[in-house]
T-cell receptor
Framework: GQQLNQSPQSMFIQEGEDVSMNCTSSSIFNTWLWYKQDPGEGPVLLIALYKAGELTSNGRLTAQFGITRKDSFLNISASIPSDVGIYFC???????????????FGQGTILTVHP | GAVVSQHPSRVICKSGTSVKIECRSLDFQATTMFWYRQFPKQSLMLMATSNEGSKATYEQGVEKDKFLINHASLTLSTLTVTSAHPEDSSFYICSTQTGSNQPQHFGDGTRLSIL
């Protein structure tokens, strides 16, 4: 099946720094979703991307849907301690599919922010 | 506000016990819900798709007789881990969509620990 390769696996940064993480796939995705998971909780949707080239912001977060439809990145600007958590990219597993139900997840990026 | 409610949040029980986890959609009808499993420091893996009024669809490698899914109403899906063993200890998370073209929202997860 399709796999999402997410990098980096972990990041240790100082408060105030910007963060960038990305996901790539060998297959085309029609939707890219970015989630954040805090310890012991379920993932929370941060940003949803539906069109190639789309650039969407949510506060200090910005995500882009790659033109090739095989990649996406998430940037966090001016990080703060509450940004700590695991960030996942995700998308529907069927190439060219439009169902947003079943999701394939990237391996996750563990973000640690030092005050 | 919350879209999905999951209960219980944590279960600790003896080996051989069967455990039921509930997932409820809040203020909307969910004909389809999804069950994921997440082992420590790993990503979410889809286990099965729960369909209201019909049989669940299981992903490859997931034992349907081990993980019983019931979706008897439009707001409730249950996952029962039958005769649980220590290797079944994991974080179980359900999700659903508020509409067919909407991204998934996740419950807060259930931490299952089998002694």
């Amino acid at each position: 099946g399709q796999q999402l390769n997410q990098s980096p696996q972990s990041m240790f940064i100082q408060e105030g720094e910007d963060v960038s993480m990305n996901c790539t796939s060998s297959s085309i995705f029609n939707t890219w979703l970015w989630y954040k998971q805090d310890p012991g909780e379920g993932p929370v949707l941060l940003i949803a991307l539906y069109k190639a080239g789309e650039l969407t912001s949510n506060g200090r977060l910005t995500a882009q849907f790659g033109i090739t439809r095989k990649d996406s990145f998430l940037n966090i600007s001016a990080s703060i301690p509450s940004d700590v958590g695991i960030y996942f990219c995700a998308g529907p597993p069927n190439a060219g599919g439009t169902s947003y139900g079943k999701l394939t997840f990237g391996q996750g990026t563990i973000l640690t922010v030092h005050p | 506000g919350a879209v999905v409610s999951q209960h219980p949040s944590r279960v600790i029980c003896k080996s051989g016990t069967s455990v039921k986890i509930e997932c409820r959609s809040l203020d909307f009808q969910a004909t389809t819900m999804f069950w994921y499993r997440q082992f420590p420091k790993q990503s979410l893996m889809l286990m099965a798709t729960s369909n209201e009024g019909s049989k669940a669809t299981y992903e490859q490698g997931v034992e349907k007789d081990k993980f019983l899914i019931n979706h008897a109403s439009l707001t409730l899906s249950t996952l029962t881990v039958t005769s649980a063993h220590p290797e079944d200890s994991s974080f179980y998370i359900c999700s659903t969509q508020t509409g067919s073209n909407q991204p998934q929202h996740f419950g807060d997860g259930t931490r299952l620990s089998i002694l």
